[in-house]
C-alpha cells in the first residue's frame, strides 16, 4: 500500500514514456497534462529520461501566441530491450528499438515434455543471442546498446527473487533462473509470467490501451486471465493473480491438470477441445494429426468453411467459454476483455461470435452493456513485446544518471 | 486513469485521515511516513484539515534531541457523519463521530416484498432524524454538526447520480433516490451499495485493513463479494464489480434469482441454503419458521450444539462456498477473505471451519497458502459504518478551507 518516493519516480518516468512511445513527438504540456503531473516534474523526468539515453529533444513547435514550445522523442536507436517467451515446445526472442518496434528475431524448439533447466538456459541465451548479431549485422555502424532482457516463464513466478517457482509442464521447482542465465548473458534479466506478460502487452499497445479495466485472456494449452485494473497490472499478494483456468465452472466436472475438477481449463484448453472433438466426432478427420497445434488450427480452418463438426466443437468450447467469461463480467466489470494467445487467433471470428453469445446469456445486463469482447489486434508475438516491457520498467527502476546509472552493453 | 490533482488531493487528505482515525495523536513526521508524502504535503493538508473543523492540534510531545513535535488528532466530537443501511425488512441508521465511534441508532421496519420509493425515503429520513435527534439529547450543549449522510440501496447503483439504477427485491428501476432525500434532510446525501460498504469498512477498521489485496464475501440472502485491490476498493467501469453471487459454480444447475442457472447464489445464500435444508430433512423442525433470519438462525444454533442435521446442511453449503472462494483465491490472490453479514455470522464458526477445508480442497497450493479467510471482526453493523466513511470521503472531496468549504448543520 505505502509507495515509496523511488517507486512514485518510477511510475513516473513509465507514464512519461509510455506516452512518448505511444506518441512521438510531444512538448512536455502534453506530457504534463497525458501524466496528470506538473510541467516541473515532467521537466525533471524528461531531463533524467534524456541523460539515461531514452530521450532526444526533437527541435520546436510554434504554439499559439507564446513562445515556441520544445519537442522531446523516443530516441528509438537509443537503446535495445529482448523480450523472451519460453513455452513447452519452444523459445522466442525479439529484439527492439526503445519505441517497441521489432528488429530481430530469434528461436529454438524445446522438447516437449519437460526440458531440463540447464538445456532452457542454453536455448534462451542462444536465442537472445542470435537476435543480437542478427541486428548487430543489419546495422554494423550502430550495434544494439542491450538494456535489459525480460524473459516469461508459464507457472508461477518470484519475480524479486528471479525463480521459476513451479512449472507443471517442465517438471520444476524452485529454479533460480535469472541466476543460471546471468552466468550466460552479460544483461539485466527480468523473469515473470507470459499471462501477465501479454497482459501489459494489451495494456501499452493493443485492446486494453487507455482503459481504466481490462482483462486478458490466455487461450492456450493453459489458460489464464490477465488482469489489468485500475490502469495497472493486478498481481496479487504472490504474484499469482489469473489463475482463472483453475476457477470452477462444473463443480464435480472433467479432470483438471491441476489435480481438481471442473475448472474453466478442463474445457476451453487446447487439449480440452481435442477431448471435445473426440466426444462429439471419433472418427474426425481433423483427428488424424493429434499434435495440438495442427489439430486446432485445421479446427478453425474448418469452421470458418462452415463444416458443422467443426462448428458444434467451437460451439460447445464457446458454451463453457462464454459463461466463464460471463464471470469475469460479473466479478470485475471490465471495459473490454481481449482473447489472446495461439487458440484464440486459430479458432477467431467464428468463436468470437459464439463467445459473446454465450456470454450475453450468462453476465448480468449492465456489466454485460459496458464490456467489449475482443480478439488481441497485436500482430506480433504480445508475450515477447510484454516481456521487453518488463525490461524496460527494470531500466526505468535503476537510480537515474545520478547514481550509478544503468550499463550498458554492446556486442 | 488519469487522476487530477483534485483527485489526489483528497486521496491525501483520506489517508493523513484514516491514519489518524486508526491512531490519534500523532506528528506530522508519523503522518508523512504513513501515507508516503512529503513534510510539506503533510503541514498542508492538516491546515486544511483543521480548517474543515477534523483535525485538533493536542500538544507536544519530546523528541530525541530535536526541539518538541506538536502533536495533531482527530476532533471527535467536531462533526457528525450517518450512515444508513437499506434492506429489504429494515433500515438502520448510525451517527458516528469524527473518530467514527458510534453515538446514537435508529431503526425503522418495512414490509418485505417491495416497498415504494416514497415510503423507503421516509423511512430513511425519520431514521436519520431519530438517530440526530437522539445525539442531541444525549449533549444538549454540542449538538451533532452533522457533515453528510451515506446511504446504501442493494442493486445496482449510480453513486455519481445518486440513483438506484436497479433494485430487483424492491422492483425498483432508475430511482433518483439522492434527490428524493435531498427534499427531506438537510444534509449532503451520498448513495452507494451496502456491498461496497462492507467492504470499506473492512479496509478502514476490520479485517482488511492494511492489507493489499483483500475480498470481503457477504452472504446473507444475495451473495457478493466486495474486492479492495491495490489497498482501494475496486468499483469496476460502472461500479457493479462484485456479483461473485452470479458466477457459475454448477453449469446448468439450480435456477438463481437472476434469471441465469448455476449460480454462487443458488447455493450459498440464505433461500438457498434453506433449501438445501428442505432437500436433506424435509421434516425438520428447524423449518418450522419459514422466515429467513430465524430459520438461518435456528439452524446455526443447532450446527454449534453437533446437530447432525444441521452439521449436514453446513457441509453441503461449504461444499459449495468452498468451491467458489477457492474461484477468488485461484483468480485474484488476495491476502486476507473476510466473511460478512448476517448469515456469516449465524453460522459462524463451523461454517467458517468447513469452508477452510473446501478451499484447500480446490485452491492451487502457492496462493492458498497465502490466503487467510477468517469471520468479519467488526462488532456493529459494518453497513452502516462503511456508508458513514462514504460520507466522510465527500467531506475530504469538498473544494476546502479556501472555496466555498463545507455547509455545517445543526439540528
Same mark, same amino acid.
Request: glycine share 10%; aromatic share 4%; net charge negative.
Given at each position: ?13 513509465? !507514464? ?13 504540456? /502534453? ?17 533524467? &529520461? ?34 523472451? =517467451? ?26 516437449? @515434455? ?24 543489419? =546495422? ?10 525480460? %524473459? ?5 513466478? =518470484? ?9 507443471? #509442464? ?15 548473458? *552479460? ?7 507470459? &499471462?501477465?506478460? !501479454?497482459?501489459?502487452? /494489451?495494456?501499452?499497445? $493493443? ?10 485472456? #490466455?487461450?492456450?494449452?493453459?489458460? $489464464? ?13 504472490? #504474484? ?9 465452472? %462444473?463443480?464435480?466436472?472433467? *479432470? ?20 471435445? &472433438? ?27 468453411? @462452415? ?27 471490465? /471495459? ?17 461470435? /459464439? ?25 506480433? =508475438?504480445?508475450?515477447?513485446? @510484454? ?25
Amino acid at each position: 500500500m505505502k509507495r515509496t518516493s523511488r517507486d512514485i519516480r518510477t511510475a513516473n518516468r513509465y !507514464a512519461v514514456l509510455r506516452h512518448l512511445i505511444a506518441k512521438s513527438p510531444a512538448s512536455r504540456g /502534453e506530457l504534463a497534462e497525458s501524466a496528470g503531473l506538473s510541467q516541473a516534474t515532467v521537466a525533471t523526468l524528461v531531463g533524467e &529520461l534524456t541523460a539515461l539515453g531514452l530521450l532526444v529533444e526533437v527541435g520546436f513547435e510554434e504554439s499559439a501566441g507564446g513562445r515556441p514550445r520544445s519537442l522531446v522523442a523516443v530516441d528509438a536507436a537509443g537503446g535495445a530491450l529482448v523480450g523472451v =517467451d519460453v513455452a513447452e515446445t519452444y523459445v522466442h526472442a525479439e529484439l527492439f528499438d526503445l519505441a517497441l518496434g521489432v528488429v530481430a528475431r530469434a528461436e529454438e524448439e524445446l522438447r516437449p @515434455g519437460g526440458s531440463a533447466p540447464e538445456e532452457v538456459v542454453g536455448r534462451i541465451a542462444a536465442a537472445v543471442r542470435t537476435a543480437v548479431e542478427s541486428a548487430a549485422a543489419a =546495422d554494423a555502424r550502430r550495434p544494439p546498446r542491450v538494456l535489459g532482457v525480460g %524473459v516469461t516463464m508459464p507457472g508461477q513466478v =518470484d519475480r524479486e527473487r528471479g525463480v521459476a517457482v513451479r512449472a507443471a #509442464n517442465f517438471g520444476w521447482r524452485d529454479v533460480p533462473l535469472t541466476a543460471l542465465l546471468a552466468e550466460r548473458l *552479460p544483461y539485466p534479466v527480468h523473469l515473470d509470467n507470459p &499471462l501477465r506478460a !501479454a497482459t501489459v502487452a /494489451e495494456l501499452w499497445f $493493443g485492446a486494453a490501451r487507455g482503459r481504466d479495466d481490462a482483462v486478458v485472456i #490466455n487461450l492456450g494449452t493453459g489458460v $489464464g486471465a490477465g488482469l489489468a485494473l485500475g490502469g495497472t497490472l493486478h498481481r496479487g499478494v504472490t #504474484n499469482s493473480a489469473g489463475e482463472w483456468g483453475h476457477t470452477t465452472l %462444473v463443480l464435480d466436472g472433467r *479432470p483438471c491438470s491441476c489435480g481438481d475438477a471442473g475448472c474453466v481449463e478442463a474445457y476451453v484448453g487446447a487439449p480440452a477441445i481435442m477431448r471435445t &472433438l473426440r466426444e462429439l466426432a471419433p472418427d474426425s478427420p481433423l483427428l488424424t494429426d493429434d499434435e495440438q497445434t495442427a489439430t486446432i488450427g485445421a479446427l478453425g480452418r474448418a469452421a470458418a468453411a @462452415g463444416d458443422p463438426v467443426a462448428l458444434r466443437v467451437v460451439r460447445e468450447t464457446a458454451r463453457h467459454l462464454g459463461a466463464a467469461v460471463a464471470d469475469l463480467v460479473n466479478l470485475l466489470n471490465p /471495459e473490454v476483455i481481449v482473447l489472446s494467445s495461439w487458440v484464440a487467433a486459430a479458432l477467431g471470428t467464428p468463436l468470437l461470435a /459464439e463467445v459473446r453469445e454465450a456470454v450475453a446469456r450468462h453476465a448480468l445486463g449492465s456489466p454485460f452493456a459496458a464490456t467489449e469482447i475482443v480478439l488481441s489486434p497485436i500482430p506480433t =508475438d504480445p508475450v515477447c513485446l @510484454g516481456a521487453a516491457t518488463f525490461a524496460l520498467e527494470g531500466v526505468l527502476s535503476s537510480p537515474g544518471p545520478t547514481g550509478t546509472t544503468l550499463t550498458a552493453h554492446t556486442t
